[in-house]
């Protein structure tokens, strides 16, 4: 059985407060694109998880959200049998593209056929990540972390992502905030049309942004980078980092765009992918 665990991008990100059980609240608007990590399943004797593709190498292969999601899932008697899980990472490790938790999520989802309960979701959310509610529609719109719906605003991007060879762990980043920003109030719970979207996502932020910036200067000017090229309606990282993208109207400008950063940055890693 093969399942296609794709990545989410985050639009905007405000850090809203530290909570007392030391998470952080915050508010983001996410979608998922059309970069995936490929697993496979199949009954074994005992649970076996392998990792291949071009980003396997910083994945702690005895504790990962595989091992934890199998543990659970076992705990919650929703499978007696064992597994042997292979996946192709894809997606980059510690990018801000929600690899691993989307990992997970994509596992439950196929066990419990797309209908998970609430109950289930809090202890994985608890245990794997507290992203895991990004994970249940292509786009969704976190008033803060008890607070996931469903944007009302799923439209067609293509997004040119980079990966800068920078490896961002989400605690470590976490750990630099120190300022924190107000509400968006009730912006993003209407629907809007594309351009009217676009322009009030454009204006807004993602406030670890600028801390990852700081730590590393040459995010700074990846970002420079990508915002100059022709077609790009804004840019800017995703979650913790350390990718960075690009977002654009027809895949011409992003192919073109894409041609132009792999010129610049022929190290880095670039690839062109739409939203879901």
């Avoid at 504790?63 to 929703?78: G, S, W």
């Avoid at 895991?132 to 969704?140: A, I």
């Avoid at 293509?158 to 750990?175: A, E, H, Q, S």
């Avoid at 995703?238 to 109207?249: H, I, L, N, Q, R």
């Amino acid at each position: 059985m093969r399942i296609k665990s794709f990545a989410k991008i985050n639009l905007t990100l405000r850090v809203l407060k530290k909570l007392k059980n030391q998470m952080h609240d915050i508010e983001t608007n996410t979608m998922l694109v059309d970069l995936f990590d490929e697993i496979n399943l199949k009954r074994n004797k005992k649970d076996v998880v392998i990792f291949n593709g071009k980003f396997k190498g910083n994945v702690n292969l005895k504790k990962n959200t595989i091992t934890d999601t199998l543990l659970l899932l076992r705990k919650f008697k929703i499978i007696k049998s064992y597994y042997k899980v292979t996946i192709k990472k894809n997606i980059p490790v510690y990018s801000g593209l929600g690899g691993g938790t989307s990992n997970s999520v994509s596992i439950v989802k196929y066990f419990l056929k797309n209908k998970i309960k609430e109950k289930i979701i809090r202890v994985f959310e608890q245990k794997i990540g507290s992203d895991f509610r990004l994970f249940l529609n292509n786009s969704s719109y976190q008033k803060n972390l008890g607070k996931v719906f469903k944007s009302k605003n799923n439209f067609l991007f293509y997004i040119l992502i980079v990966f800068p060879n920078i490896n961002c762990k989400t605690k470590n980043i976490y750990k630099m905030v120190k300022n924190f920003s107000s509400s968006s109030d009730k912006i993003y719970e209407k629907k809007y049309k594309k351009e009217k979207y676009i322009e009030n996502v454009k204006k807004d932020r993602n406030d670890l942004q600028k801390l990852v910036e700081k730590k590393y200067s040459n995010i700074s000017v990846l970002l420079r980078s990508i915002d100059k090229l022709k077609g790009c309606d804004f840019s800017r990282m995703t979650g913790s980092g350390s990718v960075c993208y690009g977002v654009y109207k027809s895949k011409k400008t992003a192919k073109f765009a894409f041609t132009k950063l792999k010129r610049k940055y022929p190290k880095y890693w670039c690839v062109i992918t739409k939203t879901i």
